[in-house]
């Protein structure tokens, strides 16, 4: 069986002493948790504070974005180094608010997962279909799509230190789930892709997060599915009581 993780991703929201505040109450809650890991992705103001927190504890620390080059002139940019420095193990890439809001290609997002994965990060590989998209049946063309292009030329080796997390775009922020069988079968499709690319092994032990509009309601019915393997959670990872029933499925 694979691990579950579960992320915090908290996007724009939390002050240093927020997320501070959190990630004390975090550390010292979820310090006996051994059959999941979790990982908390503050915005990247909070990073350094909440990684000093979080030294020597389960919880990891992830960045919400990066920038490929090692460093230069690339004003309001961040390096792997700098995450790294801060404290980073993982940092979320190809989230659909960047791909959607700020113009990030397939081909970006490849760049930036080939930096992380030479810098050590472990990348939570975001993709997901838009509602009309789903619509107009071409679900599975786009994951294809946004797998191949977003891992060329990324090894075997390196992939396996990869997440991938699907998020329906329709589904975030939205208060609309995917239904577990639909959740299911994007992740049961995702795996094949993977293991298309890289043999079954890998495909069949990739960890495959679902995301969107995860709450402590729905998680249970998501996670009880055989190819989801944990959950990006925004909105309701905010509130450290719903975050906690959220990792208590
Ligand atoms: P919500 O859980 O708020 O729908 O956000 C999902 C998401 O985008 C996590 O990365």
Request: proline share 3%.
């Amino acid at each position: 069986m694979i691990k579950p993780l579960i992320a915090a991703n908290w996007k724009m929201h939390k002050t240093i002493g927020e997320a501070a505040g959190f990630a004390r109450q975090a550390k010292a809650a979820f310090a006996s948790i051994t059959d999941r890991d979790i990982v908390i992705a503050p915005p990247c103001t909070a990073l350094a504070a909440v990684g000093e927190i979080l030294k020597g504890s389960t919880v990891g620390l992830a960045a919400q974005n990066m920038h490929w080059a090692e460093k230069g002139a690339f004003t309001g940019e961040v390096s792997a180094a700098m995450l790294i420095d801060a404290g980073c193990d993982h940092v979320i890439l190809g989230h659909s608010e960047r791909r959607n809001l700020f113009g990030e290609t397939d081909s970006l997002i490849n760049k930036k997962l080939t930096a992380a994965l030479t810098s050590h990060l472990k990348p939570i590989f975001c993709i997901g279909e838009r509602l009309e998209e789903r619509e107009g049946d071409q679900t599975f063309h786009i994951l294809r799509q946004q797998l191949h292009k977003g891992l060329n030329n990324i090894s075997s080796g390196d992939i396996r230190r990869c997440v991938i997390a699907y998020e329906p775009v329709w589904a975030i922020g939205t208060g609309k789930t995917a239904t577990p069988e639909q959740a299911e079968q994007a992740h049961v499709f995702i795996r094949e892709v993977i293991g298309d690319l890289y043999g079954a092994a890998i495909g069949n032990t990739m960890r495959i997060l679902y995301g969107g509009s995860v709450t402590p309601d729905n998680v249970a019915g998501l996670m009880a599915q055989r190819n989801i393997n944990g959950a990006l959670v925004g909105g309701a990872s905010l509130d450290i009581e719903s975050f906690t029933k959220i990792i208590g499925f």
